[in-house]
């Protein structure tokens, strides 16, 4: 079955290649972390009509799956089915699953062949094993950085709590399969571009195709054409992140985080990509544009 109307948000991006957007739920995390180092009379008028009476702003887990003539890709799989329900109460993780909102949209995990991960925390790899700890796209090979790979289980205090390491043990081996090193293309018109920054392997995934128009609802956008989509993971969360000074306290590299933004930030804006925010809930794709002497996040 191909992308269609089923999905949240889908682009042709010409020459046979589309990319659907699919949410697979929500969480919430400390408002404060999100900013890292940004003051808060900075930030705190951006969010003061989201933010919860624990100070926690809502997240989504945005989720992309991108067809072509080579295949389909997955890229994300969120928190998945196996979140303890104490960590689910704390998280106030809600929405179904990847695998679920897949099946939802019309589409069987089976068919997925390669998934894309931009890193591995539990909210973007969560999503590899099903509750019964099966394969969830036993079919498919797992793209992540080398980099990320190792530095996932190491020992050191601050990794072991950023990390599900118990889980990803358990998919270890079939990750390997898929290690990318450097910027790779996984698929035709399909490329991984390290990053580091947010974690040590962390990868922005970049589609190309050859022209399209993006729709919403099965309404086709005016103005929508683009040509390039890039998926910049945790570099990219919300609209603020625009701002390459902005990094959040869960970044283990800030100055690496900072210079890979601004680096990708201008090649976005001179080739006009069209860009996907991984934990924006409301208006989660749009366009970055020039702003003295930043950028600016402007939804579609």
Excluded at 57 to 63: F, K, R, S, V, W
Excluded at 93 to 117: C, K, Q
Aim: hydrophobic share 40%; aromatic share 8%; proline share 6%.
């Amino acid at each position: 079955m191909p992308i269609n109307d089923s999905v949240d948000w889908s682009i042709d991006l010409g020459g046979g290649t589309r990319v659907g957007l699919i949410q697979a739920g929500t969480f919430r995390s400390d408002a404060g972390a999100l900013f890292g180092p940004v003051p808060r009379m900075l930030w705190h008028g951006l969010v003061s009509d989201e933010i919860d009476r624990e100070g926690r702003l809502l997240q989504a887990l945005n989720c992309l799956l991108v067809e072509s003539a080579a295949g389909r890709l997955l890229i994300e799989t969120g928190i998945g089915e196996r979140i303890p329900e104490k960590v689910r109460d704390i998280r106030e993780y809600e929405g179904p699953a990847i695998v679920p909102a897949l099946v939802t949209a019309g589409f069987s995990p089976e068919t997925v062949d390669a998934v894309a991960l931009t890193h591995l925390h539990f909210d973007h790899a969560g999503g590899l094993l099903r509750s019964t700890g099966e394969k969830a796209f036993p079919k498919a090979r797992i793209v992540a950085q080398q980099a990320e790979w190792e530095m996932a289980f190491d020992r050191n205090s601050r990794i072991v709590a950023s990390y599900d390491q118990p889980e990803l043990r358990l998919v270890r081996d079939w990750g390997k399969e898929g290690w990318a090193s450097g910027e790779v293309e996984i698929m035709p018109g399909v490329t991984v571009v390290p990053t580091g920054g947010h974690s040590k392997g962390h990868q922005a995934v970049i589609v190309r195709g050859a022209g399209g128009r993006a729709a919403i609802g099965g309404q086709t956008l005016r103005g929508a054409r683009s040509r390039t989509l890039a998926f910049l993971g945790d570099l990219g969360m919300r609209p603020w992140s625009a701002n390459p000074r902005w990094v959040t306290s869960f970044d283990d590299f800030p100055l690496d985080s900072v210079a890979a933004k601004g680096v990708l930030f201008e090649r976005a804006v001179a080739e006009g990509w069209t860009i996907v925010l991984s934990h924006e809930p409301k208006a989660p794709v749009g366009k970055l544009v020039v702003d003295r002497d930043r950028y600016r996040f402007q939804p579609i």
